[in-house]
């Protein structure tokens, strides 16, 4: 969910300029801002499922450091999405395991 | 306190541990000491490999071999998961003197009974995916394998333990008493421990364990450094290596004195892919005495080095890199046996990058020697003696 | 190769604040950091800062973030940005890695500077999409302005429990408790007692037994603790929730002072493990400093002091500031820094700050 009044930080001024893809759903984003953030507003919390035991996870860190929101972004796995900022167009999708290799790569 | 042991075991890596364990397994009374801990020193900052293909035709592949035998039953015979996979493995070959060579050297290791063929580029490309074009082929065995060398370590050490055998980390061997040429006890930061036996299985400290019983042995630490991709999947199909490697690791001549970067590092493909999905870049050979850090210059080398042989590598994050030392010898084999002057001190040193995949055979090798006096194969090319003359005349040139 | 006569790597509230101390005094600065935007943490900082008005108290957090960013600015301070530092090699050669390309820059002067992040804590569904940092939903909601959850259960009441709890609630989260598994608050009461007014319950001797839910989040089984903390059958509650923060402490991001081989000493109070460094915030390899949390999880402010005193040692033994005035400088920010470690919620860090300094001296 979108914090649009704020006591300190005022109204939201930006709007929603990117459609970005989320496991073929589509989902309005503001370009710029990490790709896990878009998700959240969404009400997207799961990112990724882990290799051995297929557990969903999300975010923990938000600041890149912890790798917990990896997702497959334009096909690249492992793309930390609390640091990527949303492109118009992007095609993202909940990682399973390490990801695959795609027929391009 | 003081305290006793038939034999003293002295290092904790791939080496240490294996005598360890298979002495215990002959009912002898171990003390295994390590100055930091199990997997601490070259054994922890190595590759995973268990490469045959890339071992010298001659009592170095057939150790390599026996050993071989030895680690696709450990899993079940340690009773702990060494991450043991026969993956198979192959050598790229770039260019037609590259092929020259490698057609040579796999003449030489077919005579010995190892199972290996010359590839073209195209049966190449059907085993390892994302090779760069201008490879002419390569060589392939189905006989190299993986395994954890951390596990290897902790295997033998627990296994050692269950038997019996006592294993003191955090335990520097500061002394090696002796008395009429035979050793007496064995002198460590925590205590002194009498003994009759003591091996010295220090690796790239060997040098220091020989020193206190006066004697010198050309073992030399060559740097090498690995480059640690995050995990992706299975995209490395097992050992994969280049041609340059192996002139690399045979001639160390060659490599020294170049300008070239590449050729100056000794640098050389070493590619595997560990069970978690992190594929490990390697590799270097550097002579700059026990500097254990890793340097820009060599890391930038080596990915370069690599991703031109595999481009596929280019998409792929590194996320880590570590350096770490082999245990070098002027004629590649390791120093096993018994040494002239002291009685009870023997060698288990100077594997250089092979301690992996030598690590089973040298524990059978040593507690053969230990119990019978004798071993399996004739290995009088790698007892120290031969290195007698080199400790007078080192400081004559 | 691209040189430099300061590099600072982290530019958060230490490396900004050193930076302009030390390009004040005439130094070529150059700040690197991996993050799009400069400002580290701060920017995140909604609320107004404590201590006396050298400290800046009053100003809200990412006012003095942008104020920081104005003076670099303005001292012509180089700042790279989306340049991640991977490696410190010998020489004080820096690697780094921007715009998927590899760059060094060999720099006389390194100050580390890169923060800290955030511990974990396990227990059973400590993994379920949901359970995250309470830095990171303060990230959330004041960089990002979005809400990770609605209903949310806080666990760790030292300042940053507290206060990220007021700030979820500003944010139109709704705080079901706080727990705490020490029997009494961490934080600053005027914090402690915000939340409180607007109706948090706080649970102190409290921890969580478990998180339910299969996909994400659903709800919070806590239970209490003795005096043993050891839990205590038949104290379980059970909230609805959607979203767990940990507030439970942060660990120094020191990779790179060990990879370029700083001696360390360690200090539970401080995070962990921690370069040594003397009272010119100097590691213990000459011409590499370290300054903000990366020394030992504090604060901001005594995060900007740090990097002013790295600042002000490293500009003197650039030649750009002469050692009288420097002296001058220094005492200043010992200070201004000393008066931040006083009081019932400093003296701990003080008395572990000294142990730091001294590490070097009982280590020889």
Known sequence: M???????????????????????RQI????????????????????????????????????????????????????????????????????KGLGEWSEAR | MKKTAEIVVIGGGVIGTSIAYFLSKKGKKVVLVEKDDLASGSSGACDIDIILQSKNPGIHLKLAMESAEIYKNLTEELDFDIEYENTGGMILIEDEDQLQVMREFVKKQKAIGLQVDLLDFKEASKLQKGLAPHLVGATYSPQDAHVNPMSVCMGFAMAAAKLGAEICLDTAVVDIKTSKGAVKSVVTNRGEIETATVINAAGVYAPEICAMVGMSVPIKPRRGQIIVTEPV????????????????????????????????????????????????????????????????????????????????????????????????????????????????????????????????????????????????????????????????????? | MKTTEMAIIGAGPAGLSCAVEAARAGAKVTVLDENLKPGGQLFKQIHKFFGSREHRAGTRGFRIGQQLLDETEKLGVEVLLNSTVYGLYEDRLIAYIKDGRDHTLKAEKIVIATGASENALAFPGCTLPGVMGAGAAQTMINVNRVLPGEKVVMVGSGNVGLIVSYQLMQAGADVVALIEAAPKIGGYGVHAAKIRRAGVPIFASTTIKEVLGEERVEGVITVELDEKWKQVNGTERQFEADTVCLAVGLSPLTELAWMAGCEFAFIPALGGHV??????????????????????????????????????????????????????????????????????????????????????????
């Open chain 1, 28 to 95: 309005p984003a503001i370009e710029g801002e990490p790709i896990a953030a878009a998700l959240l507003a969404a009400g997207i919390k799961k990112f990724r499922e882990t290799p051995k035991h297929n557990k969903p996870r999300g975010i923990f860190c938000a600041i890149g450091r912890c790798t917990d929101c990896v997702m497959i972004v334009d096909g690249i796995p492992n793309v930390r999405t609390c640091i990527t900022p949303v492109r118009d167009g992007m095609i993202i999708k909940t990682q």
């Open chain 2, 233 to 397: 999947p299975k995209l490395i199909m097992g050992d994969v290596l280049c041609a340059k490697y192996i002139v690399a690791k045979y001639n160390p001549g060659i490599v020294e004195c170049s300008d070239d970067p590449e050729t100056r590092l000794g640098v050389g493909l070493s590619l595997s892919q560990t069970r978690n999905g992190n594929i490990l870049i390697g590799g270097c050979r550097e002579f700059v005495g026990y500097n254990r850090s890793t340097t820009h210059e060599a890391l930038t080398t080596i990915l370069k080095h690599a991703t031109r042989l595999v481009p596929a590598l280019k998409e792929i994050h590194a996320i880590r890199s570590f350096a770490g030392l082999r245990p070098y010898t002027p004629d590649g084999l390791p120093l096993l046996g018994p040494v002239n002057g002291i009685e009870g001190f023997i060698m288990a040193a100077g594997h250089e990058g092979d301690g992996i995949a030598l690590s089973p055979i040298t524990g059978r090798i040593i507690s053969d020697l230990i119990t019978d006096g004798k071993t399996f194969a004739d290995i009088s090319s790698l007892s120290p003696k031969r290195f007698d003359a080199w400790g007078e005349n080192r400081f004559a040139s």
């Open chain 3, 275 to 364: 370069p040594i460094h003397d009272r010119n915030m100097e590691t213990t390899l000459p011409g590499i400093y370290v300054a903000g949390d990366v020394t030992g999880v504090e604060e901001a402010s005594s995060a900007m002091e740090e990097g002013r005193l790295a600042g002000v040692a490293a500009a003197e033994s650039l030649g750009y500031i002469d050692a009288q005035k420097a002296e001058e400088l220094k005492k200043e920010i010992w200070g201004r820094l000393d008066a931040l470690r006083t009081g019932p919620f400093g003296e701990g860090r003080r008395a572990a700050k000294f142990k730091q300094l001294s590490s070097r001296r009982l280590m020889a």
């Open chain 1, 2 to 24: 979108r914090i649009v009044h704020h006591p300190i930080l005022g109204d939201e001024t930006r709007v929603c300029n990117a459609i970005i893809t989320v496991d073929g």
